[in-house]
């Protein structure tokens, strides 16, 4: 009990550890005429590389064995649930007939919709040249990464027969049966398989020069191997960096699109059907919004704790969580303004199935799960209207698990309540999910959660050579203003004589 | 490896152990901040070097102009790989839906172009991206696990906290004396010669 406690007093006591030494600075003001500090503390060069570093070179701390021993059972999970399902079939869901798309598709939007934020921060904020992503991009593209992996998994085992999930793929098989390439679910498979390939190359790409200091502070030979293998022989040559950077410039204006187009293709997946509840126009920007926004709440679930555990406080500022704060308040109104929407246009568009699939949703048999998708999406962020709640860490530690909470209910929501009671009322029925349903979605948690912490531990957590950018930005910019009020101070002093 | 300070005393040497008949291969010099590395890098330049180098522990603003480098093809390459994908994704979709195995399902045309264009696009940005990263790796030479630099004790910090500037010993105005002689000139701190 008490080395538990010790390995939590970074959280619950941080003025008791090493943390006490940099504490919590409010880089949050607001000031017209300066940049606000986006690495607070006395950092150089040296310090962040060391502080970095640190994480991979140092003895994994107790913390993070908990964390790591408890995610890796969880996986364990998948490990008796899905070969159970493969034998067995997809009787050991609860999915039932009009209801044949249960907790695996939810599932899978859902962890699709996690790494949507990843990408934003790493290629659209890069494009809009927002320097206050390189202390978060690393982790969140590796949470794109996991998460897309969860994602990818359900298709995979949803079909029932594992053993043919190939024929999702344009390949030769024994029938000379080509995919049919009219079918949304097979966009899907093209738009995830490139989303996952595309950031991985770009997480890949960024880490190059990182992982190649890994390799130059490497002391023993194991790392001096697996780093030296991984960095590719970089030597941080200019003439490299010329091309690496126009490579990652054209890398984020291909994410761009691309992330846009992944959640939007899979909406298609329910837009282009004839199912009401689902067949509106809305949903692939509606889709987009949702998956921003969960996503950006998994970041925030990530690094809040990740901050304080790893002593990265003065890398990842408050600065840096506000505003993830106000992108969360700003997609949760858009997903709040999309569901009120949908409810307007069922109204307005006089169509009676789809006026009752949407006054069923809110009051129906589900109104339950509507209910709480609305409370934790729509309702929870608005407390972030008020500064002194969206800079304080419990605060926005709670609401990033509300909406982690609310958004899967959202594709809860739109999945079986439309699916359950659809055009013949006698075909109608409940659905419920069993062991194995509950089980392999907390597997999955598992898996998602045992491989962040295996990226804390073996690769570089902050994009440091990025964050060397922003620090000679943030020495430039000091130094012009100094030259500045040096030379007003002349004038006046002139002007006074 | 060995590490011996040469007669001047300004330059050291780094020789392999290995070597036979060691001949100087690279110099390497040793700056403090960008800024300075930044004059000198502008004067190496001017002074018309042709096979040296910067090394940054993060792209600097400005080296690219100051070291005289110019545009990359790269662009050019991703647009190959985007067409390319574009072209291929649709050639692919009506090849295998209407020509090899042409099935009809919900009375759906064979083959229409709206239904094609998320798969094409997808592999539109598939493709680019592969020659985006791809293009990279072989104009920048990589994996190239091996390199002189990394005989070097002090180059470890090139890609932490340390500037350098490294002349390829293959160079037409590589020569010990005066090359190291000019890189003190333009702030170098240390100055050392790589053997192989």
Known sequence: MKRLLDA??????????????????????????????????????????????????????????????????VLGLLGIFVPFLI???VGTWGVNNPVGWGYAIVNFVFWVGIGHAGTLISAILFLFRQKWRTSINRAAEAMTIFAVICAGMFPGIHVGRAWFAYWMFPLPNQMELWPNFRSPLLWDVFAVGTYFTVSLMFWYMGMIPDLATLRDRAKNTVRKFAYGALSLGWTGSNRQWHVYERSYLLLAALATPLVLSV???????????????????????????GAIFSGFAMVLTLLVPARQLFGLKDVITLKHLENMNKIIMLTGMLVGYAYSQEFFMAWYGGVKVEKFAFINRAFGQYAWAYWIMVSCN?????????????????????????????????????????????????????????????MIMLGAFGLFFTLFALFCRF??????????????????????????????????????? | MSAEMSSSGAVETITAETAIDPKPVLMLAEFETADVLMEAATRMRDEGFKLWDCHTPYPV????????????????????????GFCGGL?????????DYPFLISGKPFFSLPASIPVAFELTILLSAFASF???????????????????????????????????????????????????????NAVEVIEE
């Open chain 1, 87 to 89: 034998f067995w079939g």
């Open chain 2, 91 to 99: 050639l692919m979709q009506g090849w295998m839906n209407a020509v």
């Open chain 1, 459 to 497: 690769l570089p957590f902050i994009a440091m050579s990025e964050v060397r950018g922003v620090l000679a930005d943030q020495a430039h910019s000091r130094a012009a203003a100094s030259a500045q009020s040096a030379s007003e101070a002349a004038a006046d002093s002139a002007s006074e004589s």
């Open chain 1, 263 to 289: 959640h939007s293709v899979v909406s298609f997946d329910f837009a282009v059907s004839q199912v009401p509840g689902w067949h509106t126009t809305i949903f692939p920007p509606y889709f987009v919004a």
């Open chain 2, 61 to 84: 603003h400005g080296l690219d102009t100051a070291m005289g480098i110019r545009p990359t093809l790269l662009p050019w390459i991703v647009l190959c790989g985007g067409f390319t």
């Open chain 2, 134 to 188: 791809g293009g990279m790796l072989v104009l920048n030479g990589l994996p190239r696990f091996y390199r002189p630099h990394f005989r070097s004790d002090r180059f470890r910090r090139a890609t932490a906290d340390r500037f350098f500037i490294s002349i390829d010993g293959r160079d037409r105005q590589f020569d010990i004396g005066s090359n190291s002689k000019f890189l003190r000139e333009l702030g170098a």
């Open chain 1, 8 to 73: 939590l007093s970074p959280i619950l006591r941080p003025e008791l550890t090493g943390n006490a030494k940099s504490p919590e600075v409010d880089n949050t003001a607001y000031s017209p005429d300066s940049r606000v500090d986006l690495i607070t503390g006395a950092n150089d060069n040296t310090t962040i590389t060391d502080k970095v570093c640190s994480i991979v070179e140092e003895k994994p701390t107790i913390g993070w064995w908990g964390f790591f021993l408890l995610a890796f059972s």
């Open chain 1, 378 to 438: 729509v309702l929870a962020p608005q407390i972030f209207w008020f500064k002194k709640m969206r800079t304080n860490i419990w605060v926005m530690f709670a609401v990033s698990i509300f909406v982690n909470i609310g958004m899967w209910f959202e594709r809860f929501v739109i999945t079986v309540t439309s699916l359950a009671n659809d055009y013949t009322s006698s075909a109608w029925d409940y659905y419920s999910p069993k062991l194995a349903d509950v």
